[in-house]
């Protein structure tokens, strides 16, 4: 099985030892610019040396979070709202993660609410949702209500807000403790405000509750000349390991994030900078391992469209943005899944993601899987790996930008603390 180690030596190590060896060396600047010049090199590396196997603290008795990775039976769930939802103004950081088909689209209604009809069927899909998840035995919890349409002004910045319909976006659970990111897109700035509710409640239960650095957003976090006119540039400049966001300030998406028990997967994308993983390597050491794993994505932001973790030794991997690293699994022991093409028809409109969300999928328990109505390939990719579907229609809530995982956040699954790599 694979063994995680720090890397050692050459071009291809010295940049990764700052993500998943002992600590930075050097001044800060100087591990940006390497960092800058190796990423896939240095997330490809397969020179090891042991990690330190640290027992995690336990989960205090009557705690309600409690959550390892991506695959134990769901007890507890966070489902997003569609209510209110609001089009991002089209700044600069919401530029670099759409569709140019689409930046009419924000150009004419940023500030303003989403088409009326399609929201309501939004609400509707997601709505049957919690009542299909209720039914299969799984705690539902909601997001407050949120006029996002409000302006709000920082001594950086002005902005109207979103929507809180997507929690994996904003909440990483990792064991008994509730992350809120410090997300890079200005209209989600104050987003936190629809979980606060919830949040406290888990916290009165026992957990623990953490805030990220809360980023300015000030100019200086964005490249505000970031060339985007074709896929080509898109390709050139992630190759390049250039993106939207600079290292001006920690920043991450929650969703950046994939959860394997001791070991947690990150990508480098358009919302999650270095600095940001940085952040999360240090503070979830010794008892976790952050590693960055890399992708041909034109345009990366979020990871579970891409590379979707579903059981122990079992990922998907999406055969359009293979992954770099992707023999690190395979050598470990891993069965890597390419998901077939999804089905989603051409003129449904998808403002915010791509086709891709058809692997978005929330897993139940290692044998039960919630999967899109429509996507017929997909589910009987499930039943012949012995997955059982639950077959929910959310195209609608798709055209918000999430499937089924990033409409979710799981608060309590029935598992320990594993490691799958050892």
Request: aromatic share 12%; charged share 25%; with cysteine.
């Amino acid at each position: 099985m694979l063994r995680v180690r720090c890397l050692r030596g050459g071009s291809r190590g010295a940049e990764a030892a700052h993500y998943i060896g002992s600590g930075l060396r050097g001044a800060f600047t100087g591990w940006v610019q390497r960092t800058f010049q190796s990423t896939q090199a240095a997330a490809a590396s397969q020179n090891t040396c042991a990690a330190v196997d640290k027992a995690a603290s336990p989960v205090p008795k009557g705690c309600l979070v409690c959550s390892y990775n991506e695959w134990d039976p769901l007890e507890e769930v966070i489902v997003g709202r569609a209510e209110n939802a609001c089009v991002p103004p089209f700044s600069v950081e919401v530029k670099a993660n759409t569709y140019e088909k689409y930046w009419g689209f924000y150009q004419k209604f940023g500030g303003q609410g989403f088409p009326k009809d399609h929201l309501k069927k939004a609400i509707a899909e997601i709505e049957e949702m919690c009542n299909i998840l209720k039914g299969e035995g799984v705690i539902v919890k909601r997001p407050d209500p949120i006029d996002w349409s409000v302006k709000y002004k920082t001594p950086d910045f002005e902005s109207t807000g979103m929507y809180a319909a997507m929690p994996r976006d904003i909440l990483l659970v990792v064991g008994n403790e509730i992350i809120e990111a410090p997300m890079a897109w200005r209209a989600r700035f104050f987003e936190y405000r629809a979980y606060r509710r919830l949040i406290k409640d888990y916290f009165n239960s026992g957990a623990k509750w953490t805030t990220a650095p809360k980023p300015t957003m000030a100019d200086e976090l964005y490249d505000q000349n970031y060339p985007i006119h074709s896929v080509e540039d898109r390709h050139k400049l992630a190759a390049q390991g250039k993106f939207v966001t600079t290292e001006f300030e920690p920043c991450f998406d929650a969703a950046d994030f994939i959860r394997a028990g001791r070991d947690i997967f990150v990508q480098r994308s358009q919302v999650t900078n270095y600095m940001g993983i940085e952040w999360m390597r240090r503070h979830l050491a010794p008892d976790y391992r952050v590693h960055i794993i890399s992708f041909k994505d034109p345009n990366p932001m979020h990871i579970d469209a891409t590379f979707n973790i579903i059981g122990p030794g079992l990922v998907l991997s999406n055969p359009d943005r293979p992954c770099h690293q992707i023999e690190l699994f395979k050598k470990a022991g891993w069965t890597v899944i390419q998901p077939p093409v999804p089905l989603i028809p051409d003129d449904h409109p998808l403002w915010m993601s791509s086709k891709w969300l058809s692997m978005n999928v929330l897993m139940l328990d290692e044998k039960r899987v919630m999967v899109d109505a429509n996507e017929t390939s997909i589910q009987k990719m499930f039943e012949k790996l012995g997955i059982s579907t639950i077959q929910v229609n959310i195209r609608h809530a798709n055209s918000l930008g999430g499937g089924f995982h990033c409409w979710t956040c799981d608060i309590r699954r029935r598992g320990t603390l594993q490691s799958y790599f050892d």
